[in-house]
């Protein structure tokens, strides 16, 4: 049963990792490459700039792939993939959650199911450290970074998956409608608290040493040595663009992923012959 | 509450024994872990193959796009 339920739950993946990409190639990819032009534009100013000063200037980055390859088809690849491993992580989950959560309809459970991955595995990191373009994020701090992001998605799975188990705790005494509220705000408050403690990528220690006081790495305007703006910031429009269509994208991609696995699951786990006491209004299923 | 539980034998279909498929669903985990570590991470904070950032460049706009922290 598990090997089954596994296998539907990469093959949903990928389709959704699909939808995930035909969304991103049509909204996500003119605001990249708007944001790597604004970093093309910003990198011969700042050149410039040490051109007048005296300064050695930077020679430009060699390109292992081309724009054309990265925007057609490493997203792609890029997203299928992360779909796949998606589907197959929300089988697991799936698969534990099944019969242990309460009395949920195979297709039920798909769902929410995938609303816990979008909100663990995405939407709930994304709230402390959101998406950003190219263009944004120092070199010198991707470490951090990553494990900062990386602590923020294992907290919210983990908290999720504690919300869970507290509320089919809490159930026999308080009932389903308020053990839910209850183990939805532990969750709150608990990753609440890891949010407070964990610094803003702005007030990381090289951050701080070489760009002030700011909140992010969002680049700020460039001026030359008398204070006067020669460069702008970033676009304001095009960063929430960016973080808006990457939003949008994994809410396709777990909506597909919950949509597509749930009449799935559904077939898999129905009885094949249907309860004598209640006759089905429906056809009966069809065996797999 | 009872009452519409027992009403609706469709629920709790099945209960999977994890100690049984404990193999599949962790060697599952572990290989989707491993993608998503590729597709996110690997060639940025951390690198498998050293220096070269062929996978990093290729799923650049996907990394980005799918929120995670990039250069």
């Known amino acids: 049963m598990e090997k089954k339920l596994i296998l539907r739950g990469i093959l949903a993946g990928a389709v959704a990792g699909l939808l995930a990409f035909v969304f991103a190639r049509i909204f996500a990819e003119p605001q990249i490459a708007k944001a790597i032009d604004y970093e093309s534009g910003r990198d011969a100013a700042q050149n410039a700039l040490d051109k007048a000063a005296g300064m050695p200037v930077e020679g430009h980055e060699h390109e292992l792939f081309s724009r054309t390859i990265q925007a057609n088809v490493g997203i792609g690849a890029g997203m299928i993939l992360f779909g796949m491993a998606m589907g197959a992580l929300f089988a697991v989950a799936y698969a534990v959650c099944l019969g242990r959560t309460g009395g949920l309809r195979p297709r039920s459970l798909a769902l929410l199911v995938a609303g816990g991955g979008f909100l663990g595995m995405y939407l709930v990191p994304f709230l402390k450290y959101p998406a950003n373009p190219p263009a944004i994020g120092h070199e010198e701090t991707i470490q951090q970074r990553s494990a900062l992001y990386l602590i923020m998605v294992v907290c919210s799975v983990a908290f999720l998956a504690g919300a869970v188990y507290l509320g089919k705790r809490l159930q026999a005494r308080f009932g389903n409608w308020n053990a839910t509220l209850l183990a939805g705000a532990a969750f709150v408050v608990a990753i609440g608290i890891v949010m407070l403690l964990l610094p803003q990528f702005g007030h990381l220690s090289y951050n701080k040493a070489n760009f002030g006081n700011q909140a992010t790495e969002t680049p700020l305007p460039l001026k030359d040595a008398k204070g006067t703006i020669v460069y702008p910031g970033f676009p304001a429009d095009v960063l929430f663009n960016f973080r808006f269509y990457s939003v949008a994208a994994q809410l396709v991609l777990w909506t597909a992923l919950g949509l597509i696995f749930a009449p799935l699951a559904e077939r898999l786990l129905q009885p094949v012959r249907p309860d004598s006491t209640t006759p089905s209004k429906e056809p009966d299923p069809v065996p797999a | ?71």
């Open chain 2, 1 to 71: 509450m009872s009452s519409i539980s027992t009403s609706r034998p469709v629920s709790t279909p099945v209960v999977l024994p994890i100690s049984k498929s404990i193999v599949w669903l962790v060697g599952t985990a572990l290989i989707a872990l491993a993608v998503y570590y590729f597709v996110g991470v690997d060639q940025g904070a951390v690198s498998v193959f050293g220096n070269d950032m062929h996978v990093h460049e290729f799923v650049h706009d996907a990394r980005h796009f799918l929120g995670f922290p990039c250069h």
